[in-house]
């Protein structure tokens, strides 16, 4: 099956700052990747995501990077601000499996203000 | 319009008791999954219902099984409860089972077994 891998576990930026986080999969057959921001006491809740048929895609401060030769891909947020301080879950999932994500093991994301 | 809507948001069960857990899909979705997400760790994948079927499941157990109802609405149910079934369950909608767009997380059910 899918297998996940998210780098770091954990990362502090001074407010204003870039953060960026990495995520490898191992199943060549995925081709959607979410990310998730997870805040203390709520459920995961999607902050953009990217289909292997693109190698970017940006949004305002949060960009997301798609390598499908090399099988990473990555999340991107500048200007941090205090706010984005919370534990960010990348995932992927194939067509014929559904919705089902397979999810990364997550990253404490703490700015600093 | 109300999103994903778990119940309860908390709950403490002995070892071996059962439990059931549930979830009231977003308005407009007719599938709903479920994940258990331990501490410190990412969500796990359960199984995924549609018309009151399980269409996927993940490497859990028998000991978990689920229900959908008629109006989308599901249930997660645990029997033999043991210390590692500790942990945040979550539930997530869409609508039909291979869709990723709008794919919505609810709050979730933090369950501790004691």
């Known amino acids: 099956g899918e297998n996940v891998e998210q780098h770091p576990s954990t990362l502090s930026v001074q407010e204003g700052d870039s953060a960026v986080i990495k995520c490898t999969y191992s199943d060549s057959a995925s081709n959607y990747f979410p990310w998730y921001k997870q805040e203390l006491g709520k459920g995961p809740q999607l902050i953009i995501d990217i289909r292997s048929n693109v190698g970017e895609k940006k949004d305002q401060r949060i960009a997301v990077t798609l390598n499908k030769t090399a099988k990473h891909f990555s999340l991107h947020i500048t200007e941090t601000q205090p706010e984005d301080s919370a534990v960010y879950f990348c995932?992927?999932?194939?067509?014929?499996?559904?919705?089902?994500?397979?999810f990364g093991g997550g990253t404490r994301l703490m700015v600093k203000p | 319009d109300a999103g994903v809507t778990q119940s309860p948001t908390h709950l403490i069960k002995t070892r071996g008791q059962q439990v059931t857990l549930r979830c009231s899909p977003k308005?407009?979705?007719?599938?709903v999954s479920w994940y258990q997400q331990a501490l410190g760790q990412g969500p796990q994948f359960i199984f995924q219902y549609y018309e009151e079927e399980e269409r996927q499941r993940g490497n859990f157990p028998d000991r978990f099984s689920g229900h959908q109802y008629p109006n989308y609405s599901s249930e997660l149910n645990v029997n033999a409860l043991l210390l590692g079934d500790s942990a945040l369950y979550l539930c997530?909608?869409?609508?039909?089972?291979?869709?990723?767009?709008?794919?919505?997380f609810g709050s979730g059910t933090r369950l501790t077994v004691v």
């Open positions: 308005s407009g979705h007719d599938t």
């Open positions: 997530a909608s869409s609508r039909g089972p291979g869709n990723n767009y709008g794919y919505t």
């Open positions: 995932a992927a999932s194939r067509n014929n499996a559904g919705n089902m994500l397979t």
